[in-house]
């Protein structure tokens, strides 16, 4: 069975504190995959970056001072229309979720945002953890802080033998 992760579809990086407009672009085109997969009956997982109200103490919060995806506000659910009812929802405190390895995977696409910060680092641990399946990622699904950040991930994520579909 195939699995898509869809990482971090969350309000506030699509229009919200760090939203940008290539995340705005790449909506449509992960619904469609989603349902995709759900057609299918394959399985899906979403993941949500979550913080808590001491963001700004964080070790990630003294880098990027700015509050974002604060469990149970706006900011922080998933876009509408996103979530498909059924399917998991890993609620991650930092880039790389690293509770994948209670998971049997068979093949894993991995979508989302944003490319250069939580999809290359789950995709990276996911790949450690499990290097002998086929773990991709769909370009015109994922969408990186900038252009060029996006493209950098790319790079890096083909570099460690992650298959990038254009």
């Avoid at 370009?139 to 994520?157: E, F, R, S, W, Y």
Wanted: glycine content about 8%; proline content about 4%; aromatic content about 8%.
């Amino acid at each position: 069975m195939k699995t898509l992760i869809v990482v971090d579809m969350q309000n506030d990086f699509i229009e919200g504190m760090l939203g940008t407009p290539e995340a705005v672009e790449i909506v449509d085109n992960v619904k469609k995959k989603i349902k995709e997969y759900k057609d299918r009956g394959d399985r899906i997982i979403f993941t949500r970056d979550t913080h808590q109200e001491n963001y700004l103490s964080t070790n990630e919060g003294k880098h990027l001072p700015i509050p974002h995806c604060i469990e149970n506000t706006e900011g922080w659910e998933l876009a509408d229309g996103i979530y498909v009812e059924g399917c998991d929802i890993v609620n991650k405190p930092s880039f790389g979720y690293t509770g994948w390895k209670d998971y049997d995977f068979d093949e894993i696409e991995i979508v989302g945002l944003c490319t250069d910060i939580c999809v290359v680092s789950n995709a990276l641990v996911l790949k450690a953890l499990f290097p002998e399946i086929k773990i991709s990622v769909d370009a015109k699904c994922c969408a990186g802080v900038t252009p060029q950040g996006h493209d950098a991930a790319l790079t890096t994520m083909n570099m460690c033998q992650i298959e990038v579909l254009r």
